[in-house]
């Protein structure tokens, strides 16, 4: 997974290489295509997908000098933010919230069961019926 953020830094290589294109493109050249790059190494496979997002500049800066502390790239810093927020958001889907008096009684039935209705019953014996021809 990779993030690219606008207004990234670019190399000086990178700097030319963008207006040596845009220039083409005013001049009515045609744009250069690049040669699809393959997404498989011969001894493991690497799945690669960008993924592209516009912020604001204060939040830009934000970023880059949170990286340049830590050490690490902003792709690295908001991949490793990106990751973190879903994954917690996953796992609070799994948790069921009760209130503290819908905890009670539902331990309280774990605990002490009701009887079962004539209903419930007539459709588990249905079901085993059902069960055993199959």
Known sequence: ????LEHA???????????RAAEARRAGAPEHKRAPQ???????VILKRRLECRVQE???QTLEWAARVSGRTVTDLVV???LYEAQRTLENMNVIQMTREA?????????????LTEAFKKAEASHK???RST
């Open 58 to 60: 204060d939040v830009h």
């Open 80 to 82: 490793a933010g990106a």
């Open 9 to 19: 830094q670019h190399t000086p290589s990178q700097q030319g290489r963008h207006a």
């Open 1 to 4: 997974m990779t993030a690219i």
């Open 38 to 44: 393959p997404a498989v190494k011969i001894k493991s």
């Open 103 to 115: 905890q009670i009684c539902f331990a309280e039935l774990l605990v002490n069961p009701p009887e």
């Open 129 to 131: 019926r059902l069960i």
